[in-house]
């Protein structure tokens, strides 16, 4: 079993770290929210007073963090303050589960291999119950040797892993997937409103759709429509789940990199503007699912 510094205890990141526990490694973890410290301590996880506590003397660093920015200050440091990569030991295997731009994940990796350090970038899809499932899908990019090195942990936190390519083709995957989702939710969503405009039941048309031609992700796990399936954010007020604030930084994410490689993206820009429109609209800490409302009252 190995040491683990766990940085970033916060809706994915503290079930992640749960199931480490579980699976019996010793894991120190740090937060900025003392909530999120409180609950990972009552699981049984160490506390570190900082990020590069947590780090310290770790076997494996694993991140899970809101933006580029914060990883790349966090890993690389600057005038002010100490990086991850002036603190942790010459073996210590770095891997970072944020969705942030491909770049941005590039960077800390030619960083830390110039000091022979292992890192990949490790996005995951799955949401909040995949986390505390430990079902979740793991993207990653880097050498042959840091994956290999990862996948055993990674394997008690998911149940599918995946090796993209060399740094920051994790990134590109993940974005890659989540504007697929983002079109599909908005399509699942707009047909069920139709649906339900004409006089359809929402389920019955769902049980329809999932076994036709129509049939996606989203209407066999995640139905935006509330009242069809009762474990699901839709059903309980579009709380928890992946934030439709998160799902506009994705979507910004996927615009820029189809910009820089000259990708045409008209499906995914689209989806960008109807949910930053909807997020506009104060729904921005509601679950992403809830683009559903966003049909469902345009008739009256």
Request: glycine share 12%.
């Amino acid at each position: 079993m190995a040491s683990i510094g766990f940085i970033g205890l916060g809706n994915m990141g503290g079930p992640m770290a749960v199931n480490l526990l579980k699976a019996g490694h010793t894991v120190t973890g740090f937060d900025l929210s003392q909530e999120a410290l409180t609950h990972f301590a009552e699981q049984g996880g160490l506390l570190a007073k900082s990020a590069c506590g947590a780090a310290a003397g770790a076997d494996v660093v694993i991140t899970m963090l809101p933006a580029g920015k914060h990883v790349l200050s966090l890993y690389l440091g600057d005038d002010t303050h100490k990086g991850l990569l002036d603190i942790v030991g010459p073996h210590c295997l770095l891997i970072d589960s944020s969705t942030i731009e491909a770049d941005a994940a590039r960077t800390v990796a030619a960083a830390a291999n110039k000091l022979g350090l292992d890192f990949i970038d490790a996005p995951v899809s799955g949401g909040t119950a995949g986390a505390a499932a430990a079902t979740l899908t793991f993207i990653c990019g880097g050498s042959d040797n840091a994956f290999e090195r990862a996948k055993p942990v990674l394997s008690n936190m998911g149940m599918n892993i995946f090796h993209a390519g060399g740094a920051g083709a994790g990134q590109v995957a993940k974005i890659c997937n989540n504007m697929l989702l983002s079109v599909l939710m908005i399509a699942t969503s707009e047909s069920l409103a139709l649906g339900i405009d004409n006089g359809l039941d929402p389920k019955v048309l769902s049980d329809i759709m999932k076994v036709s031609s129509g049939g996606n992700w989203t209407l066999d796990k995640y139905n935006p429509c509330p009242g069809v399936m009762p474990q699901v954010p839709s059903s309980k007020g579009y709380q928890g789940g992946f934030m439709v604030n998160l799902m506009v930084k994705d979507l910004g994410l996927a615009m820029a990199t189809s910009l820089a490689s000259g990708s045409s993206t008209p499906m995914g820009a689209l989806a960008r503007n109807i949910y930053v429109s909807h997020a506009r609209e104060g729904n921005g800490m509601l679950d992403f699912s809830s683009i559903f409302e966003h049909f469902a009252n345009q008739v009256k």
